[in-house]
């Protein structure tokens, strides 16, 4: 992988050796290790069922890299699944699935941190829809290490899987190894409670709170040739996100601690758009909504003019995510002149990971 260049202002200029590594061979335990669990392996399989998310807004990207996880965030889980069934074995760990040397690599991440010195069974399915900003890799992992966590008694709490998962957030490379990439937690803290959640640097859980409960959510796909994964990814989030984070982060923390943590609380949806619509043109998401061309604003616009009351994208994009109270007709209604299409109905996951044994 290159060596990447992050620009923050006219004195601010790093470089970042993006280095490769095979699978389970930088586990990073975050000191649990030091501690002894008692495990307790489960008999039959155990099967944990995850939420996709759509991921609102960083709150600063300047606090993150990816070998650094944080920056704080906001999102929500939806009602699009991810489900990973583990069972124990003696010793080998065999994988069924496509994206293999990401759960290897946190299958010995695991099994360093608490002790555990078998191995296992594991199978995922994964979401439908990948690298368009609904989260498959945080929802896959949250997934994983909720089934093997379990599979071996429990001895971490959620607090620490997600720590666990933050600090070892990898993505595959072209060469068959992985490279540490982004994570704010946001992802796995939706997915594993449900409902909104907000970040804090370092992976702290600030609050968590259902969300639009019984809306309907719309997922619409814009057409781009723009990709939002790799080295492009790194391009974006890195230079320009983080310039404009400069000058805008307070701004966004005042929205999210004064304004959408509020109306939250009431229930008040509306309100919580508005307060959305002003982020996505504040720091790093008006970068992320730029790399797609001012074209995602044309159609973010044009939605919000026809009255629905919740409209972003999710992450990196170009996923748009449309919460509201009107059906799908209305809303095909609204599309049709623009071009778009629905590309999944769903709703808010209130619920967050559904944990089943056999």
Same mark, same amino acid.
């Given at each position: 992988?290159? =060596?990447?260049?992050?620009?923050? $202002?006219?004195?601010? &200029?790093?470089?970042? !050796?993006?280095?490769? #590594? /095979? %699978?389970?061979?930088?586990?990073k335990?975050i000191?649990?290790?030091?501690?002894?669990?008692?495990?307790?392996?489960?008999?039959?399989? =155990?099967?944990?069922?995850?939420? $996709?998310?759509?991921? &609102?807004?960083?709150? !600063?990207?300047?606090? #993150? /890299? %990816?070998?650094?996880?944080?920056?704080?965030?906001?999102?929500?889980?939806?009602?699009?699944?991810?489900?990973?069934?583990?069972?124990?074995?003696?010793?080998?760990?065999?994988?069924?699935?496509?994206?293999?040397?990401?759960?290897?690599?946190?299958?010995?991440?695991f099994?360093?941190?608490?002790?555990?010195?078998?191995?296992?069974?594991?199978?995922?399915?994964?979401?439908?829809?990948?690298?368009?900003?609904?989260?498959?890799?945080?929802?896959?992992?949250?997934?994983?290490?909720?089934?093997?966590?379990?599979?071996?008694?429990?001895?971490?709490?959620?607090?620490?899987?997600?720590?666990?998962?933050?600090h070892?957030?990898?993505?595959?490379?072209?060469?068959?190894?992985?490279?540490?990439?982004?994570?704010?937690?946001?992802?796995?803290?939706?997915?594993?409670?449900?409902?909104?959640?907000?970040?804090?640097?370092?992976?702290?859980?600030?609050?968590?709170?259902?969300?639009?409960?019984?809306?309907?959510?719309?997922?619409?796909?814009?057409?781009?040739?723009?990709?939002?994964?790799?080295?492009?990814?790194?391009?974006?989030?890195?230079?320009?996100?983080?310039?404009?984070?400069?000058?805008?982060?307070?701004?966004?923390?005042?929205?999210?601690?004064?304004?959408?943590?509020?109306?939250?609380?009431?229930?008040?949806?509306?309100?919580?758009?508005?307060?959305?619509?002003?982020?996505?043109?504040?720091?790093?998401?008006?970068?992320?909504?730029?790399h797609?061309?001012?074209?995602?604003?044309?159609?973010?616009?044009?939605?919000?003019?026809?009255?629905?009351?919740?409209?972003?994208?999710?992450?990196?994009?170009?996923?748009?995510?449309?919460?509201?109270?009107?059906?799908r007709?209305?809303?095909?209604?609204?599309?049709?002149?623009?071009?778009?299409?629905i590309?999944?109905?769903?709703?808010?996951?209130?619920?967050?990971?559904?944990?089943?044994?056999a």
């Amino acid at each position: 992988m290159p =060596v990447m260049r992050i620009r923050g $202002g006219d004195l601010d &200029l790093v470089e970042y !050796d993006f280095k490769t #590594f /095979a %699978p389970g061979t930088e586990l990073k335990t975050i000191g649990l290790e030091k501690e002894r669990f008692r495990l307790q392996l489960a008999k039959g399989k =155990v099967t944990v069922r995850a939420p $996709g998310r759509i991921h &609102l807004s960083v709150l !600063d990207m300047n606090r #993150f /890299a %990816p070998d650094h996880p944080g920056g704080g965030g906001v999102g929500f889980a939806i009602q699009c699944y991810c489900t990973a069934t583990v069972e124990c074995t003696k010793k080998t760990t065999a994988i069924e699935y496509s994206r293999a040397p990401l759960i290897k690599n946190f299958v010995e991440v695991f099994k360093k941190s608490v002790g555990y010195s078998g191995g296992f069974r594991i199978t995922v399915n994964d979401l439908d829809h990948k690298h368009v900003g609904l989260g498959s890799t945080s929802t896959m992992m949250i997934a994983v290490a909720t089934a093997l966590n379990h599979a071996v008694g429990s001895p971490l709490t959620n607090n620490q899987l997600r720590k666990l998962i933050g600090h070892n957030y990898v993505e595959e490379t072209v060469d068959g190894k992985i490279a540490f990439g982004f994570e704010t937690g946001v992802g796995p803290a939706a997915s594993t409670h449900g409902g909104m959640a907000v970040m804090g640097d370092e992976l702290t859980l600030i609050y968590h709170h259902p969300f639009a409960k019984g809306e309907n959510v719309y997922i619409i796909i814009p057409p781009t040739a723009i990709s939002s994964a790799g080295t492009q990814e790194f391009d974006l989030l890195m230079n320009k996100a983080r310039t404009l984070d400069y000058r805008d982060r307070e701004l966004k923390a005042y929205f999210f601690l004064m304004d959408l943590i509020p109306a939250l609380e009431k229930e008040d949806l509306t309100h919580a758009g508005n307060v959305l619509w002003e982020i996505e043109f504040r720091g790093s998401k008006r970068a992320e909504v730029e790399h797609h061309s001012f074209e995602i604003y044309h159609y973010m616009s044009r939605l919000r003019e026809a009255g629905l009351e919740f409209v972003g994208m999710s992450s990196v994009g170009p996923s748009i995510a449309v919460v509201t109270k009107q059906d799908r007709k209305s809303l095909e209604e609204i599309l049709k002149p623009l071009g778009l299409s629905i590309a999944i109905a769903t709703k808010v996951d209130n619920t967050g990971l559904e944990i089943q044994e056999a």
